[in-house]
């Protein structure tokens, strides 16, 4: 399978560049060295390797179609992919210290979807007015 | 109130056993089954049992679809998404190797 090249919109860029300047001296560089490190695995080998498989698709809005996000640690990597093209654009890098918990939550509305039979929407609902507050 | 409509009408993929039957299924014969099982007693459904595989995948999509929210609600992300599918509609996008040169050279 041929590897894919890595291309960084503005955003992902901007991130990039601004990381890999604190990492470069300064106060919190070795802080800054370690996220610049994590940067570059994934760049450099976790999304040329298998872009697909290694991040998750969001799904169910269409502002998001067709994007794949990422995230290793604090850092999340929302991408596109070019098969076609064998290409890999990130569209953007975020650093968030933010743990999120899909995992943990997914669980719980799973076992309540199937002790109840029917799709809880109450986390749902909850997401939606943090949207709508936004 | 007790459902009468039989699943397999609602859902091509689901199919109906009855306890005793499930109680006589080998772990090989579980494991051919390509349906999610509503488990019944006396016609009346008591359970679902869904493949190992598909309850993950249940839960992908559901994580999916949480960090979908998440994004949707987060006006940064959003608008770091926005601006950079813009990047990509326009041919507005750097290899990662322009980058580290350019960097290299201030």
Known sequence: MSDYKVRLAAPAARMYEQISALAAGGKGSQVNAALLSLLDKVID????????????KFFGALELEGVYWISEGTIHFFYEINAKATTVVILSILNSPIRRDHSQRADIICTEMLMSGSLPTSQLKLAARRAVAN | MPISIPNSYVNPN??????????AMNASQLR????????????????VLVKYEEYMAMQQQLMAMLETQDVLSDKKAME????????VRDGNTRSIEEIRDSLRKK
């Open chain 2, 14 to 23: 689901v199919r109906t056993v009855g306890v005793s039957k499930l109680r």
């Open chain 1, 45 to 56: 080998e976790v999304l040329p390797s298998n872009p697909t498989m290694a991040g998750s």
């Open chain 2, 32 to 47: 051919g089954i390509n349906k999610t099982l509503v488990i019944q007693e006396n016609d009346q459904p008591l359970a």
């Open chain 2, 80 to 87: 770091g998404i926005l601006a950079g599918k813009a990047d």
